[in-house]
């Protein structure tokens, strides 16, 4: 790492006169292993190096960023980021502000028990063989596919108010998942979560627990028994998310809409804007009393933790609902100021040469009493939604459809028959306002999600999920053409 | 920028290596320059810049794969190194994968402007401010971004031969906004000069006050009347679901087992051609292979999906030239797909309309429902209107869509003559050129 490269760069700032300005170094490494129908599809080993300067200069903003550390190189995009900061300067009538902080020095790194780099890659392409084998080992699955995803992320964050921060990231994950058909007719099952890796911030360990060989027989044999399934009933019910389409559900329907930099319509050109206006702050009824969310990035194996965010402002935990009533935004030092308060530190950006923006870190529904078993033992009649298969949400956030792979029938507190091609759909408060109860925390799980999509450029976060299952009441199922 | 010299003189020297049977190197890079804005004023201001070089290393048939960012010489000669361990590992496994050898293809000319790559930030600002400030004067505000850059592809042969690429860009898409309304209008180019931003801003600002007010629709079936950004999305989910191999090969796409069988319309035909002059050209895929014209759909007709050279050995044919990038699992993809235009003048679609609902654009497609199939749901957004006899008669609240886009396809009475290119370089490579449509009875579940 160029520490003192980056420091001099913060003191030629300073001298050029930007009110503030932080530096970013971040170093990247990739490792994706992907196994489709027994062939070897990638095995790909990627490294990602470069700096980001973000300078307030004139009373705007601008950046600029770079890979090569020559003196001329480094002195362009300093000018560059000032010479945009500039421009802004001649539209914009109002001059940005952004309040002081006390500098912060840090060392952080993550734990993990195994450093996945250090795993062999006969070890990793025999997990995922094995596991392909596994799914194969019926004619009537046609795509098996398992993949395994290592990142390694250091930084270091430099500021000219004197913080000083290095933080070191190690996640591991993976995914598979299974397609059975006959003759047109086509169903997926997925395991732990759909369509790309589970994440942690943990080692390889973290893929010995996951346990694919274990976990692929009855994934396998799910994507089978859908293709003989009636469709899912359609009509008005009682549901019961499992604990990963309800970490999707608040990801999508609270986790985004409490983005205070969405609120103020930083966004609306393209992830858009949010129901959860301003005057909504503090009183407004977004769910039932069994409704508490957070936003945790202390959170241990979280993949939205970490000791400072990329304004230099510390982890916290926050309440964004609390038993029901809306009560916090996720916020950056300069939009926290439209709620009077100071930023709860939610500002990243997944690369170096892109900006940071205010983005989800662990964003979890609270645990309530009755366990999994006891909260389908107390419905009469309903459907259990397992693992997300679509999702749809509008640009305010309030209207949602979302399909999970399977639904499992609930009738007099037994789980019956599984129904194919499940849908949900609702409008945002209603659904949380129906929500009759949470599992317990024994039923929860840390999920990790490597694709949470903002900006413009557009940026993939790592976000994460403490989330177990959840009981809604009177919801819509079955919209289908 | 780097000129293709100068990478030429860096990369292809790794291919000739005595200590692998093949080596191919593939290069891209991307620098943008985005002035995005909300409210009317700038809040996101920056130069963006990166680039990657895969090395792809072949030994006794391994295929190793890594990449760096960096084209110094020691990073360059670790990476390369490191794909080449890849390839020593001894492993037991099927990998049917090779480096393609190919003949250069010829630079395409014309699409590379100075002036758009070399805009400034303060003659974005410039522009940006004269809209701000006009449309203050009607109580709108935009939200949007402006951008120019500058892509380029270089891919090199085991046989040191290299096809290069270049092109600008420039886009504006603009959000106008007062109250609840909302309108959308953009427009891309390899041209910065002929983006002409006032021009979108009257459209934008135009369609905005003709939103102010809205009135709701019952969920049900409604004729409509889809501009070519919300085609685009469509076609965009089309590609990823159901365009490429490996959804083929995997049997989850909609053209699984249906080449030369209807599988919509005969008023719809898509093909992807990486040279079609009015896509943003990408005339060789990430193998180097050449982009060949392949129809998806012709007339109605299932046709064949894209191939690279990995999947077209599985389903034992020919590459189409649509690897993707090497490091990729989506499959091989389209990016230069066109749907080919009808004979209808857009004005008369709207002006020959009883009654129909005009979507400007679409939010968060998923096409995740029902694959083959292609069974999708989304919003409406940002430009809502009820046609009655022929005008313009409420602007509409949002709505929801969920529907099959092939039998809906199959419901087209119209497709316009005019056709638009749309892009979104800050998002995605690759580029859709699409008309309007008008389909008959089109689901909104709510």
Same mark, same amino acid.
């Given at each position: 790492?160029?520490?003192?490269?980056?420091?001099?760069?913060?003191?030629?700032?300073?001298?050029?006169? %930007?009110?503030?300005?932080?530096?970013?170094?971040?170093?990247?490494?990739?490792?994706?292993?992907?196994? &489709?129908?027994?062939?070897?599809?990638?095995?790909?080993?990627?490294?990602?190096?470069?700096?980001?300067?973000?300078?307030?200069?004139?009373?705007?903003?601008?950046?600029?960023?770079?890979?090569?550390?020559?003196?001329?190189? *480094?002195?362009?995009? #300093?000018?560059?980021?000032?010479?945009?900061?500039?421009?802004?300067?001649?539209?914009?009538?109002?001059?940005?502000?952004?309040?002081?902080?006390?500098?912060?020095?840090?060392?952080?790194?993550?734990?993990?028990?195994?450093?996945?780099?250090?795993?062999?890659?006969?070890?990793?392409?025999?997990?995922? &063989?094995?596991?392909?084998?596994?799914?194969?080992?019926?004619?009537?699955?046609?795509?098996?596919?398992?993949?395994?995803?290592?990142?390694?992320?250091?930084?270091?964050?430099?500021?000219?108010?004197?913080?000083? *921060?290095?933080?070191?990231?190690?996640?591991?994950?993976?995914?598979?998942?299974?397609?059975?058909?006959?003759?047109?007719?086509?169903?997926?099952?997925?395991?732990?979560?759909?369509?790309?890796?589970?994440?942690?911030?943990?080692?390889?360990?973290?893929?010995?627990? $996951?346990?694919?060989?274990?976990?692929?027989?009855?994934? !396998?044999?799910?994507?089978?028994?859908?293709?003989?399934?009636?469709?899912?009933?359609?009509?008005?019910?009682?549901?019961?998310?499992?604990?990963?389409?309800? %970490?999707?559900?608040?990801?999508?329907?609270?986790?985004?809409?409490?983005?205070?930099?969405?609120?103020?319509?930083?966004?609306?050109?393209?992830?858009?804007?949010?129901?959860?206006?301003?005057?909504?702050?503090?009183?407004?009824?977004?769910?039932?009393?069994?409704?508490? *969310?957070?936003?945790?990035?202390? $959170?241990?194996?979280?993949?939205?933790?970490?000791?400072?965010?990329?304004?230099?402002?510390?982890?916290?935990?926050?309440?964004?609902?609390?038993?029901?009533?809306?009560?916090?935004?996720?916020?950056?030092?300069?939009?926290? $100021?439209?709620?009077?308060?100071?930023?709860?530190?939610?500002? !990243?950006?997944?690369?170096?040469?892109?900006?940071?923006?205010?983005?989800?870190?662990? #964003?979890?529904?609270?645990?309530?009493?009755?366990?999994?078993?006891?909260? #389908?033992?107390?419905?009469?009649?309903?459907?259990?939604?397992?693992?997300?298969?679509?999702?749809?949400?509008?640009?305010?956030?309030?209207?949602?459809?979302?399909?999970?792979?399977?639904?499992?029938?609930?009738?007099?507190?037994?789980?019956?028959?599984?129904?194919?091609?499940?849908?949900?759909?609702?409008?945002?408060?209603?659904?949380?306002?129906?929500?009759?109860?949470?599992?317990?925390?024994?039923?929860?799980?840390?999920?990790?999600?490597?694709?949470?999509?903002?900006?413009?450029?557009?940026?993939?976060?790592?976000?994460?999920?403490?989330?177990?299952?959840?009981?809604?009441?009177? #919801?819509?199922?079955?919209?289908?053409? | 920028?780097?000129?293709?010299?100068?990478?030429?003189?860096?990369?292809?020297? @790794?291919?000739?290596?005595?200590?692998?049977?093949?080596?191919?190197?593939?290069?891209?890079?991307?620098?943008?320059?985005?002035?995005?804005?909300?409210?009317?004023?700038?809040?996101?201001?920056?130069?963006?810049?990166?680039?990657?070089?895969?090395?792809?290393?072949?030994?006794?048939?391994?295929?190793?794969?890594?990449?760096?960012?960096?084209?110094?010489?020691?990073?360059?000669?670790?990476?390369?190194?490191?794909?080449?361990?890849?390839?020593?590992?001894?492993?037991?496994?099927?990998?049917?994968?090779?480096?393609?050898?190919?003949?250069?293809?010829?630079?395409?000319?014309?699409?590379?402007?100075?002036?758009?790559?070399?805009?400034?930030?303060?003659?974005?600002?410039?522009?940006?401010?004269?809209?701000?400030?006009?449309?203050?004067?009607?109580?709108?505000?935009?939200?949007?971004?402006? =951008?120019?850059?500058?892509?380029?592809?270089?891919?090199?042969?085991?046989?040191?031969?290299?096809?290069?690429?270049?092109?600008?860009?420039?886009?504006?898409?603009?959000?106008?906004?007062?109250?609840?309304?909302?309108?959308?209008?953009?427009?891309?180019?390899?041209?910065?000069?002929?983006?002409?931003?006032?021009?979108?801003?009257?459209?934008?600002?135009?369609?905005?006050?003709?939103?102010?007010?809205?009135?709701?629709?019952?969920?049900?079936? =409604?004729?409509?009347?889809?501009?070519?950004?919300?085609?685009?999305?469509?076609?965009?989910?089309?590609?990823?679901?159901?365009?490429?191999?490996?959804?083929?090969?995997?049997?989850?796409?909609?053209?699984?087992?249906?080449?030369?069988?209807?599988?919509?319309?005969?008023?719809?035909?898509?093909?992807?051609?990486?040279?079609?002059?009015?896509?943003?050209?990408?005339?060789?895929?990430?193998?180097?292979? +050449?982009?060949?014209?392949? =129809?998806?759909?012709?007339?109605?007709?299932?046709?064949?999906?894209?191939?690279?050279?990995?999947?077209?050995?599985?389903?034992?044919?020919?590459?189409?030239?649509?690897?993707?990038?090497?490091?990729?699992?989506?499959?091989?993809?389209?990016?230069?797909?066109?749907?080919?235009?009808?004979?209808?003048?857009?004005?008369?679609?709207?002006? +020959?309309?009883?009654?129909?609902?005009?979507?400007?654009?679409?939010?968060?497609?998923?096409?995740?429902?029902?694959?083959?199939?292609?069974?999708?749901?989304?919003?409406?957004?940002?430009?809502?209107?009820?046609?009655?006899?022929?005008?313009?008669?409420?602007?509409?609240?949002?709505?929801? @869509?969920?529907?099959?886009?092939?039998?809906?396809?199959?419901?087209?009475?119209?497709?316009?003559?005019?056709?638009?290119?749309?892009?979104?370089?800050?998002?995605?490579?690759?580029?859709?050129?699409?008309?309007?449509?008008?389909?008959?009875?089109?689901?909104?579940?709510?």
């Amino acid at each position: 790492m160029k520490k003192n490269i980056l420091r001099a760069m913060i003191h030629k700032l300073k001298s050029k006169g %930007a009110l503030y300005a932080d530096i970013r170094w971040v170093r990247k490494q990739h490792e994706n292993i992907s196994v &489709f129908n027994r062939g070897l599809e990638n095995l790909s080993h990627h490294i990602d190096e470069g700096y980001g300067i973000r300078a307030l200069y004139n009373g705007a903003w601008g950046f600029a960023c770079g890979s090569i550390f020559s003196e001329k190189e *480094i002195e362009k995009n #300093i000018r560059l980021a000032l010479e945009i900061a500039r421009a802004s300067s001649v539209v914009n009538k109002e001059k940005a502000i952004f309040p002081s902080h006390p500098a912060a020095h840090a060392s952080y790194t993550c734990g993990y028990e195994i450093n996945p780099f250090e795993v062999s890659v006969e070890t990793k392409l025999h997990y995922l &063989f094995y596991t392909n084998e596994i799914l194969l080992q019926s004619p009537k699955i046609k795509f098996a596919q398992s993949t395994l995803d290592f990142y390694k992320t250091d930084k270091f964050f430099v500021n000219t108010e004197g913080s000083e *921060i290095e933080q070191s990231f190690i996640e591991s994950g993976g995914f598979f998942e299974v397609a059975a058909s006959e003759g047109a007719h086509i169903q997926k099952r997925s395991f732990p979560i759909s369509h790309h890796s589970q994440i942690r911030q943990a080692g390889y360990e973290y893929i010995k627990e $996951l346990n694919f060989p274990e976990n692929a027989p009855r994934i !396998r044999d799910e994507a089978i028994i859908l293709l003989g399934a009636p469709d899912a009933p359609t009509g008005e019910t009682t549901i019961i998310l499992d604990g990963y389409q309800t %970490a999707l559900q608040v990801h999508e329907s609270c986790g985004h809409p409490v983005e205070l930099d969405r609120v103020l319509g930083a966004e609306l050109s393209y992830a858009g804007g949010s129901f959860l206006t301003l005057e909504k702050y503090g009183k407004f009824r977004y769910g039932s009393k069994h409704v508490t *969310i957070s936003a945790d990035a202390t $959170l241990s194996g979280g993949v939205g933790s970490f000791a400072y965010d990329d304004e230099g402002i510390k982890a916290q935990r926050i309440e964004l609902v609390k038993h029901g009533i809306f009560s916090d935004y996720l916020t950056s030092r300069e939009t926290a $100021l439209a709620v009077k308060k100071e930023s709860n530190g939610c500002m !990243r950006a997944d690369s170096w040469n892109h900006i940071p923006l205010i983005r989800m870190t662990n #964003i979890n529904l609270e645990p309530g009493k009755p366990s999994l078993p006891e909260l #389908i033992a107390d419905t009469k009649e309903g459907l259990y939604l397992c693992t997300n298969k679509s999702w749809s949400i509008d640009d305010l956030r309030l209207n949602f459809q979302f399909g999970t792979e399977i639904a499992w029938q609930i009738k007099n507190g037994k789980l019956g028959r599984a129904y194919k091609n499940p849908v949900y759909a609702s409008t945002t408060p209603y659904f949380w306002n129906n929500c009759s109860a949470v599992a317990n925390k024994d039923s929860a799980y840390l999920w990790g999600i490597p694709t949470c999509g903002k900006g413009e450029p557009g940026q993939a976060m790592h976000v994460g999920h403490l989330t177990g299952p959840a009981r809604f009441e009177k #919801i819509t199922v079955g919209i289908k053409r | 920028m780097i000129t293709s010299g100068h990478l030429k003189e860096r990369l292809a020297p @790794f291919t000739k290596t005595k200590e692998a049977d093949k080596v191919g190197v593939v290069y891209f890079r991307t620098g943008l320059q985005v002035s995005r804005f909300a409210n009317s004023s700038i809040h996101q201001h920056l130069s963006d810049e990166n680039q990657i070089v895969y090395f792809r290393v072949l030994l006794d048939n391994r295929m190793g794969l890594a990449s760096t960012n960096s084209l110094d010489e020691q990073n360059l000669t670790e990476t390369f190194k490191k794909a080449l361990r890849m390839a020593r590992l001894k492993l037991d496994i099927r990998e049917n994968k090779t480096i393609v050898s190919f003949k250069p293809l010829k630079t395409s000319t014309g699409v590379n402007f100075k002036k758009t790559t070399h805009t400034s930030a303060l003659s974005r600002a410039e522009i940006l401010r004269k809209l701000f400030t006009d449309a203050e004067d009607m109580k709108v505000t935009f939200s949007g971004n402006f =951008y120019n850059g500058l892509t380029q592809l270089a891919v090199i042969s085991p046989e040191g031969k290299m096809n290069y690429q270049d092109y600008s860009f420039a886009g504006i898409k603009l959000i106008a906004a007062r109250g609840e309304s909302s309108a959308y209008a953009s427009r891309v180019d390899y041209d910065i000069e002929k983006l002409k931003p006032q021009e979108i801003a009257g459209a934008a600002i135009e369609k905005c006050l003709l939103g102010l007010k809205k009135t709701s629709l019952e969920p049900g079936c =409604y004729d409509v009347i889809l501009e070519p950004a919300a085609v685009a999305e469509l076609i965009t989910w089309l590609n990823y679901i159901g365009f490429g191999a490996k959804s083929v090969a995997g049997e989850t796409s909609f053209l699984y087992n249906k080449a030369g069988k209807r599988v919509s319309g005969k008023r719809v035909s898509i093909y992807d051609y990486g040279r079609d002059k009015f896509t943003f050209i990408l005339p060789f895929d990430f193998e180097g292979v +050449s982009r060949e014209k392949t =129809y998806l759909i012709k007339k109605g007709i299932a046709g064949q999906p894209l191939r690279d050279s990995y999947y077209a050995k599985l389903l034992k044919t020919k590459s189409s030239g649509h690897a993707n990038f090497p490091d990729d699992v989506d499959g091989p993809l389209g990016h230069n797909l066109v749907m080919e235009g009808g004979t209808a003048p857009e004005s008369q679609i709207i002006q +020959s309309t009883k009654k129909a609902i005009l979507i400007t654009r679409f939010h968060y497609i998923n096409g995740f429902l029902d694959t083959p199939r292609a069974l999708m749901t989304g919003m409406t957004r940002d430009g809502t209107f009820l046609i009655e006899e022929g005008r313009i008669k409420c602007a509409l609240k949002d709505m929801r @869509f969920t529907e099959s886009i092939l039998e809906a396809f199959s419901r087209i009475t119209r497709v316009s003559k005019e056709r638009k290119l749309i892009a979104d370089h800050l998002e995605t490579l690759g580029s859709i050129y699409a008309p309007s449509l008008y389909i008959k009875d089109f689901t909104f579940t709510s």
